[in-house]
Nanobody, 123 residues
Framework: QVQLAESGGGLVQAGGSLRLSCVASGRTSNGDFMGWFRQAPGQEREFVAAISWSSDSPYYGNAAMGRFTIARDNAKKTVYLQMNSLKPEDTATYYC????????????????WGQGTLVTVSS
């Protein structure tokens, strides 16, 4: 079992920055990917970024490209999402997820989820 706990969400003005954190506890292995997804009200869950515990090659969704950076600290079992140049359309609940198998960008490929942290970007 893997437990995930996100933090770092909040209210920020457009153009500002936030850093989200996700602490993993329980059974994790170096081969696993960790992902960030987001979901706005009335919309489907959207892939943001993913990174492996053992690789420095991250994956990014279209919305994150060029503005967000995913990073990890293996010793702390923590994955971060640095979000810069935030826009009102980035407003959503952001979820951390533990990968199982399948396509990295698909939410169905992940079987562990945190409770989410709300990010609100005001214009």
């Amino acid at each position: 079992q893997v437990q995930l706990a996100e933090s770092g969400g909040g209210l920020v003005q457009a153009g500002g920055s936030l850093r989200l954190s996700c602490v993993a506890s329980g059974r994790t292995s170096n081969g696993d990917f960790m992902g960030w997804f987001r979901q706005a009200p009335g919309q489907e869950r959207e892939f943001v970024a993913a990174i492996s515990w053992s690789s420095d090659s991250p994956y990014y969704g279209n919305a994150a490209m060029g503005r967000f950076t995913i990073a990890r600290d293996n010793a702390k079992k923590t994955v971060y999402l640095q979000m810069n140049s935030l826009k009102p359309e980035d407003t959503a609940t952001y979820y951390c997820a533990g990968y199982r198998d399948g396509r990295i960008q698909d939410a169905a490929s992940y079987n562990y989820w945190g409770q989410g942290t709300l990010v609100t970007v005001s214009s």
